[in-house]
């Protein structure tokens, strides 16, 4: 890979990158997120883990939770209704996935 292409591709990251921040709270779409910054779904994955260090989905699925977190600490909403918030179709997805990435359940969550 040469330096021009090194760079188009840590820019389409950096463009991927805004794009998941700003949207969060919608569903990962590996074939729509590859599309956007016009890479395969292979090459969105091979680029990104190597920019990013973890693969999309799993950066995407961090995100969600980091926001979940921002809006409880906020205190204005409910476990239930900040995992809908955030994407999740129910509680128990939430917090399975929740504990995955933080290693504790949204109860036992404090700020």
């Known amino acids: 890979m040469n330096k021009m292409e090194n760079d ?21 779409d590996a074939k729509k ?7 395969s779904e292979s090459k969105l994955n091979k680029v990104f ?3 990013v260090g973890v693969g999309p989905g799993a950066y995407f699925r961090r ?4 926001k979940a977190m921002e809006l409880y600490q906020q205190g204005i909403k409910s476990w239930t209704e900040v995992s809908h ?7 128990p997805s939430f917090s399975k996935a929740f504990k995955k990435i933080t290693g504790t359940t949204p109860n036992s969550f404090t700020s």
Request: proline fraction near 2%.
């Open 8 to 28: 188009r591709d840590r820019h389409a990251i950096e463009r991927l990158l805004s794009y998941m921040h700003d949207h969060c709270t919608e569903p990962f």
């Open 33 to 39: 997120h590859a599309s956007m910054i016009f890479f």
């Open 49 to 51: 883990k190597l920019y």
């Open 63 to 66: 995100l969600r939770i980091q």
């Open 85 to 91: 918030i955030v994407g999740y179709a129910d509680l």
